[in-house]
């Protein structure tokens, strides 16, 4: 029972903590499937314990926050390290400039505690359809950087989710650094949850545009729980770029948001619920970016 197998003890595995680049590198490239590194470790922990994870090798990244961690403006986009923990985007300055909704995001997420040790590449590699950091990176267009022994490569934010908890890394690769534009784009993100805090979101939208000539430049808006992967509302993206920057234009891109939406019932909510609540929060989220974007 699994009351039972929490009280069992975690399996042995192998510990390692590398204390540079090459050498974590050159341990991802000697094992294969049977290691999984850990940062914050709020995850994995659990996935231990629920034995969903039962690694032989574990590779901590805690000895590598100068390499992977630190939040930095270069060459025109905004370098969020894969071990910034979700306190420190919270925090960080440059976060609040040029990705307002990542650190609306980060400042939800679980408790005090979680938020200063759980990281932005432990959010995105565990894969979770409601994991919050997603949404308001997809709407941001922001790229990931993969790096292994073989190299490096970039992956927009959506391709990192396959399926739930199912990311599309390749064996011996890690998150080292999530790029978003720095450019003139207003974001923000909201959610729905069965209380305030400390719990996982039913439904997360983030949205970010730019107003022109009384008019919507390009603009995304993208949804977390509510498909097997947070995903990018086309539709409703595609309505807003181009439309009318008038409070009326957000009941048509909220409508077409909840049609994007592809929810299924769960222990936090029926899909018909979320599907509401998908055009409730978009309705609003547009509102509020527009009452920001022309305010006088
Ligand atoms: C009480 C509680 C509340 C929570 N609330 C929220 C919430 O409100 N919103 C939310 O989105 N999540 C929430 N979570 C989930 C979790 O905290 C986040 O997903 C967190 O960001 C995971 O980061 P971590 O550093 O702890 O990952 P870890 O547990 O260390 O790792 C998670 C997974 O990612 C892999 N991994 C870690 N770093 C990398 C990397 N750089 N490259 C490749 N793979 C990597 C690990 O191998 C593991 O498979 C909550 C968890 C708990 C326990």
Same mark, same amino acid.
């Given at each position: 029972?699994?009351?039972?197998?929490?009280?069992?003890?975690?399996?042995?595995?192998?510990?390692?903590?590398?204390?540079?680049?090459?050498?974590?590198?050159?341990?991802?490239?000697?094992?294969?499937?049977?290691?999984?590194?850990?940062?914050?470790?709020?995850?994995?922990?659990?996935?231990?314990?629920?034995?969903?994870?039962?690694?032989?090798?574990?590779?901590?990244?805690?000895?590598?926050?100068?390499?992977?961690?630190?939040?930095?403006?270069?060459?025109?986009?905004?370098?969020?390290?894969?071990?910034?923990?979700?306190?420190?985007?919270?925090?960080?300055?440059?976060?609040?400039?040029?990705?307002?909704?990542?650190?609306?995001?980060?400042?939800?997420?679980?408790?005090?505690?979680?938020?200063?040790?759980?990281?932005?590449?432990?959010?995105?590699?565990? %894969?979770?359809? !409601?994991?919050?950091?997603? @949404?308001? #990176?997809?709407?941001?267009?922001?790229?990931? &950087?993969?790096? *292994?022994? $073989?190299?490096?490569?970039?992956?927009?934010?959506?391709?990192?989710?396959?399926?739930?908890?199912?990311?599309?890394?390749?064996?011996?690769?890690?998150?080292?650094?999530?790029?978003?534009?720095?450019?003139?784009?207003?974001?923000?993100?909201?959610?729905?949850?069965?209380?305030?805090?400390?719990?996982?979101?039913?439904?997360?939208?983030?949205?970010?545009?730019?107003?022109?000539?009384?008019?919507?430049?390009?603009?995304?808006? %993208?949804?977390? !729980?509510?498909?097997?992967? @947070?995903? #990018?509302?086309?539709?409703?993206?595609?309505? &807003?770029?181009? *439309?009318? $920057?008038?409070?009326?234009?957000?009941?048509?891109?909220?409508?077409?948001?909840?049609?994007?939406?592809?929810?299924?019932?769960?222990?936090?909510?029926?899909?018909?619920?979320?599907?509401?609540?998908?055009?409730?929060?978009?309705?609003?989220?547009?509102?509020?970016?527009?009452?920001?974007?022309?305010?006088?």
């Amino acid at each position: 029972m699994k009351s039972f197998q929490y009280l069992a003890p975690i399996p042995p595995f192998e510990y390692l903590a590398p204390g540079t680049l090459p050498e974590l590198l050159d341990i991802l490239s000697s094992h294969g499937k049977e290691l999984q590194v850990v940062a914050g470790g709020t995850d994995l922990m659990i996935a231990l314990k629920e034995r969903t994870a039962a690694p032989k090798v574990v590779v901590d990244l805690g000895r590598l926050r100068k390499e992977l961690g630190g939040i930095a403006v270069r060459g025109g986009a905004l370098r969020v390290g894969a071990l910034a923990t979700f306190a420190q985007i919270e925090s960080s300055p440059f976060v609040a400039r040029y990705a307002e909704a990542l650190r609306q995001a980060a400042a939800n997420v679980g408790t005090l505690q979680i938020r200063s040790i759980a990281t932005l590449g432990g959010n995105l590699a565990t %894969a979770s359809p !409601a994991a919050d950091a997603a @949404p308001p #990176l997809i709407a941001l267009g922001a790229t990931v &950087m993969l790096q *292994s022994s $073989a190299g490096e490569r970039t992956l927009p934010v959506q391709d990192v989710f396959v399926g739930p908890k199912r990311n599309g890394l390749r064996s011996g690769e890690i998150i080292s650094y999530v790029e978003i534009p720095a450019n003139g784009v207003r974001s923000a993100w909201t959610r729905g949850a069965v209380r305030k805090e400390n719990v996982l979101s039913t439904v997360s939208v983030a949205l970010a545009t730019t107003v022109q000539d009384g008019k919507f430049g390009t603009s995304r808006v %993208a949804l977390g !729980a509510v498909a097997p992967t @947070p995903i #990018l509302a086309e539709k409703a993206s595609g309505a &807003m770029t181009g *439309s009318e $920057a008038i409070p009326e234009s957000a009941e048509r891109v909220a409508t077409l948001a909840a049609e994007d939406s592809k929810p299924i019932s769960d222990i936090r909510a029926s899909a018909h619920y979320r599907k509401h609540l998908v055009h409730v929060l978009t309705r609003r989220l547009v509102l509020r970016v527009l009452s920001e974007l022309t305010a006088p």
